[in-house]
């Protein structure tokens, strides 16, 4: 069973991080299974499609994220407001892993496939949608909380996380065209002025 | 040379829309000349390879956006700040005919290939980031227009175009993503919250 769970994962982590260093269409299964150093026959064991191992690993991908975001992130110890501008501490430091690790910034996972594949594959654009909804509850109680504290006036929670989601896409891609971290970090903060106001969404 | 012109520009039209529709490494040579209805050694004629036809791409979608947006949108006679509303309703426009031609919103033609291509070639990675660059030109003077004439506070155009050019390009990501143009009829008027102060940049 070890040995299953292993090479099933390795599956996974290959093909995790040659799509994003490259893109979807880039890396095949063949790749993959030679970059993994798994035989072909075992990849469809596991996987019907290179779809399917794709959905698999953003199923992964979202559930290592939001338990990133939520223990390390997210941390109720720190006001509501602090905690956005540590989501966007983070961002700069996998922009600045990646670049360190391969000379490139990667933009977000999540984000390329989306760009790459929405009007191709609607089981994927479905998947990476609903992992935009669900990154958008937590930002949501965040905000919620910052402004029953007064922090923030009173806003529309769901089209102000909404806002925040597709600023902190466009951030990355940002970066990643700039090949440039220090993007984030400079235009990073002027999220929290993103607030959609009662009947204005 | 009409007919040399029109075998050029049949490459480019071609190549545009179907990158647009699907992706780079999605389409081929082979499938541009086909659906162009040239030979591939006329191709090569044109272009050396499909980089050079991209970056031809690039420079002529840039023309022709960059006059649509100075003739038709930033019109002179309309108030600044209405006029970066106008840049959206010409977004979500887009968004809703790409949608209704072809059934899928496709997102940003140069943020699309700026997601798919950054990591992978340098030379189109720098073509979108100077679209990205040159885009933020007419946005920043549109700003000190508006902080000139009272509209806006005194801001960090530089700064403040940037995080602009950002938030557009998360927008179109979220309306692919979702398939959906209303995101940018929704979010689109935040941007106008997105102003960084001076020193906040």
């Keep these: 069973m070890t040995q299953v769970r292993d090479t099933k994962q390795r599956l996974l982590d290959t093909a995790r991080e040659l799509f994003y260093a490259r893109s979807y269409e880039d890396v095949g299964v063949q790749e993959i ?17 290179k779809r399917d191992l794709t959905v698999a ?3 992964e991908s979202w559930i290592q994220f939001r338990d990133m975001l939520l223990n390390d992130v997210f941390v109720r110890d720190i006001p ?7 989501l ?5 430091r996998l922009h600045s892993e990646a670049k360190a690790k391969t000379g490139h910034v990667s933009g977000c996972p999540f984000g390329n496939l989306a760009g ?13 949608k609903r992992v935009f ?9 965040v905000l919620e909380e910052a402004a ?9 929670s769901r ?16 970066a990643k065209t700039h090949n440039d971290p220090d993007i984030v970090k400079q235009l990073g903060p002027a999220i929290l002025k993103l607030i959609v106001l009662p009947g204005e969404g």
């Design 148 to 156: 029953a504290a007064g922090d923030l006036p009173e806003l529309d």
């Design 159 to 174: 089209a102000t996380a909404c806002a925040m989601v597709a600023y902190l896409e466009g951030l990355s891609l940002m």
């Design 57 to 59: 690993m953003l199923d």
């Design 88 to 92: 966007l501490d983070m961002q700069y």
């Design 33 to 49: 299974c030679r970059e993994a150093g798994v035989k072909k026959g075992s990849f469809y064991h596991f996987f019907p499609s």
């Design 133 to 141: 909804r669900d990154l958008e509850v937590p930002i949501r109680d």
């Design 80 to 86: 509501p407001v602090q905690r956005i501008l540590r």
């Design 116 to 128: 790459e594949m929405s009007t191709r594959d609607e089981v994927i654009r479905e998947r990476v």
